[in-house]
């Protein structure tokens, strides 16, 4: 039956990764914390995990699926210089089907009022937007940000045809049915059409006295001409009047004509008597809103209405849009005391996702951490984040980077607009190795790295149980719920010792028990003569379930390995019409020899 439903497709999109759900090992040699608490907000559970970063959202999803709140990505751009060695219509389909394979991890970890942010350029913006489109739902796509990264200088801007100066940001929520985002303002240039200053608002509002605006400024800096507040500001002129303006938002007006329509019943008694007597304002009290002022006919419209608290500052505002062209990425250099060509992105363009999508506590979530930008901003914003990097920059910039956040050193970025001091910390995680090797002889075991903690560990995510050891109950190794429990042992159980622990949990409780094997009893036999127990054999049990030992499903595309190329066909004999020619064949990536870029 042929699909219905409008889609991008590419080859090999059925081609699916069985992941390994991981366990995430403590390095605490690598973990950080503060020295003492900071406030009473410090958080110290925050997460960098080293390793494969789609093993990674794996092994986080049994704890943390529906948990995330706000997750910002900023994966490889795919280049054309990164698949230099492959032809087009594969290069699309390697960066399409490791993207679609993270995506659908990232949407089961978001919450479902949580906001996806994913940081693009042109080269796949169209093909990424339809791919979203398809695991989030066009509906749930919030919009597309232009986000002004560059200026239109430099060597670039000697290039041939248009320079390029923007990136992309696709904004999707989980579910738009619940989601329910910030509203955010940013700082804009002074609304000029606020030409009217009230001299003596400390009076009763019927006696109120509007000047102009020019003349209420140089009343205040006592001088007598426009001419002489040129001369004396010069270019800080404007900067000068709008600190003016926004200082007196309360006293600064405009008129505005309003029909009686436009207002309610209230409110048009005072709109009519206002247009009778010019002389006098007259006020229409709302509750729970900013009153009505009228005068000769007309609204007045105060000047605070346009001001917001950024920042700690209160300046003039208006509401974000989808163009952000006031972080631009220059001179991020020092930013956080660490160097990341190409790759770093302001702390601002962070900072200013995490006021759209979240509050404090809430997690936050970066699986390609490059330099630590998402955590380092999350941190000082009091939320709490994971962060996943492969690269050797997980150690040599983000480690160092979050220790001088943690100390209060970091006041780089955003450290100065939120009053950053320090505090918190973090726990530094890696990848446990895969849980079943080959030995010698190429048969299937548990990989001797492993010690009994960490097999427990292991197999309890496997079977879908939440790890717990018991300090009383030596065969509670974990728990599905109240009454269901997992027990883990490389023992080769009897009859007798099976009897016995089917006599410890008793009637009202289910284990599930996973040893390497029994003996002197069937396992239809164990079913009827044990109920409360369930028993696998390890490693048995669970040898078809992952691709076992791929530890890598990186997106580093420049280095995938060139697959195979299919043997040619015998050249055709020349057509009567002239010579034939043999099409080159395109080598299968997504065959037994490309298994890696899959």
């Given at each position: 039956m042929s699909k219905q439903k409008l889609e991008l497709t590419w080859i090999g999109k059925e081609k699916r990764p069985k992941?390994?759900?991981?366990?995430?090992?403590?390095?605490?040699?690598?973990?950080?914390?503060?020295k003492h608490r900071v406030s009473d907000n410090d958080i110290f559970d925050n997460r960098l995990i080293f390793g494969d970063n789609l093993l990674a959202l794996k092994a986080l999803e049994q704890e943390f699926s529906g948990k995330v709140k706000c997750i910002y990505i900023d994966p490889p751009f795919n280049t054309q210089q990164a698949f230099e060695h492959y032809d087009d219509g594969y290069e699309h389909s390697i960066w399409l089907g490791l993207i679609r394979d993270r995506a659908e991890s990232l949407r089961r970890l978001l919450s479902d009022d949580g906001s996806l942010f994913v940081h693009i350029d042109d080269n796949e913006l169209g093909y990424l937007i339809a791919l979203l489109d398809e695991v989030f739902g066009r509906r749930n796509r919030i919009g597309v940000v232009t986000f002004k990264q560059s200026s239109a200088s430099g060597p670039k801007a000697i290039n041939p045809g248009l320079v390029t100066t923007n990136n992309y940001i696709l904004y999707y929520a989980k579910n738009k049915d619940v989601w329910s985002p910030n509203r955010v303002y940013v700082p804009g240039p002074r609304d000029d059409r606020y030409s009217k200053y009230i001299e003596n608002y400390e009076d009763d509002f019927q006696d109120w006295c509007l000047i102009g605006l020019r003349?209420?400024?140089?009343?205040?800096?006592?001088?007598?001409?426009?001419?002489?507040?040129?001369?004396?500001?010069?270019?800080?002129?404007?900067?000068?009047?709008?600190?003016?303006?926004?200082?007196?938002?309360?006293?600064?007006?405009?008129?505005?004509?309003?029909?009686?329509?436009?207002?309610?019943?209230?409110?048009?008694?005072?709109?009519?008597?206002?247009?009778?007597?010019?002389?006098?304002?007259?006020?229409?009290?709302?509750?729970?809103?900013?009153?009505?002022?009228?005068?000769g006919g007309e609204q007045l419209v105060f000047y605070k209405s346009k001001t917001r608290i950024i920042d700690g500052?209160?300046?003039?505002?208006?509401?974000?849009t989808n163009l952000w062209d006031d972080l631009l990425s220059n001179n991020l250099h020092n930013e956080g005391g660490v160097s990341f060509p190409n790759g770093k992105k302001p702390e601002a363009l962070i900072k200013r996702c995490l006021e759209l999508s979240t509050t404090i506590g809430d997690i936050?979530?970066?699986?390609?951490?490059?330099?630590?930008?998402?955590?380092?901003?999350?941190?000082?914003?009091?939320?709490?984040?994971?962060?996943?990097?492969l690269g050797e920059h997980c150690h040599t910039h983000i480690i160092p980077r979050l220790k001088t956040i943690i100390d209060g050193e970091d006041q780089s970025g955003i450290s100065k607009t939120?009053?950053?001091?320090?505090?918190?910390?973090?726990?530094?995680?890696?990848?446990?190795?895969?849980?079943i090797v080959n030995d010698r002889w190429g048969n299937p075991v548990i990989?001797?790295?492993?010690?009994?903690?960490?097999?427990?560990?292991?197999?309890?995510?496997?079977?879908?149980?939440?790890?717990?050891?018991?300090?009383?109950?030596?065969?509670?190794?974990?728990?599905?719920?109240?009454?269901?429990?997992?027990?883990?042992?490389?023992?080769?159980?009897?009859?007798?010792?099976?009897?016995?622990?089917?006599?410890?949990?008793?009637?009202?409780?289910?284990?599930?028990?996973?040893?390497?094997?029994?003996?002197?009893?069937?396992?239809a036999k164990a079913a009827e003569r044990?109920?409360?127990?369930?028993?696998?054999?390890?490693?048995?049990?669970?040898?078809?379930?992952?691709?076992?030992?791929?530890?890598?499903?990186?997106?580093?595309?420049?280095?995938?390995?060139?697959?195979?190329?299919?043997?040619?066909?015998?050249?055709?004999?020349?057509?009567?019409?002239?010579?034939?020619?043999?099409?080159?064949?395109?080598?299968?990536?997504?065959?037994?020899?490309?298994?890696?870029?899959?």
């Open positions: 992941l390994e759900p991981r366990i995430l090992l403590e390095d605490p040699e690598k973990s950080y914390h503060a003349e209420a400024f140089l009343r205040s800096n006592r001088l007598q001409s426009w001419d002489d507040a040129k001369a004396k500001f010069a270019d800080k002129l404007e900067v000068k009047l709008s600190d003016f303006v926004v200082t007196n938002a309360h006293r600064v007006v405009r008129t505005a004509r309003v029909a009686p329509k436009d207002v309610n019943e209230s409110a048009r008694d005072a709109l009519a008597r206002s247009t009778a007597d010019r002389t006098k304002v007259y006020r229409s009290v709302r509750e729970d809103k900013d009153d009505y002022y009228f005068l500052k209160s300046t003039t505002a208006s509401p974000l936050v979530l970066d699986s390609f951490a490059g330099s630590g930008t998402t955590g380092a901003v999350a941190h000082k914003m009091g939320r709490r984040w994971i962060m996943v990097e939120v009053g950053w001091q320090g505090g918190g910390g973090f726990r530094y995680y890696r990848l446990a190795p895969s849980l990989n001797p790295e492993y010690n009994a903690a960490q097999l427990a560990e292991a197999l309890a995510k496997l079977e879908g149980f939440i790890y717990a050891p018991s300090e009383t109950h030596w065969w509670r190794h974990g728990h599905s719920s109240e009454r269901d429990f997992i027990y883990v042992t490389t023992q080769n159980l009897s009859a007798e010792q099976l009897q016995a622990l089917s006599d410890e949990v008793g009637p009202e409780r289910s284990l599930l028990v996973c040893c390497s094997a029994f003996h002197g009893v069937t396992a044990w109920p409360n127990l369930t028993l696998k054999k390890i490693p048995k049990m669970v040898l078809a379930r992952c691709e076992w030992g791929h530890d890598d499903y990186s997106l580093n595309v420049a280095n995938l390995p060139m697959a195979e190329p299919e043997p040619k066909a015998p050249s055709p004999r020349p057509s009567p019409r002239g010579r034939g020619c043999q099409a080159a064949l395109v080598p299968d990536l997504f065959g037994d020899g490309g298994e890696d870029g899959a």
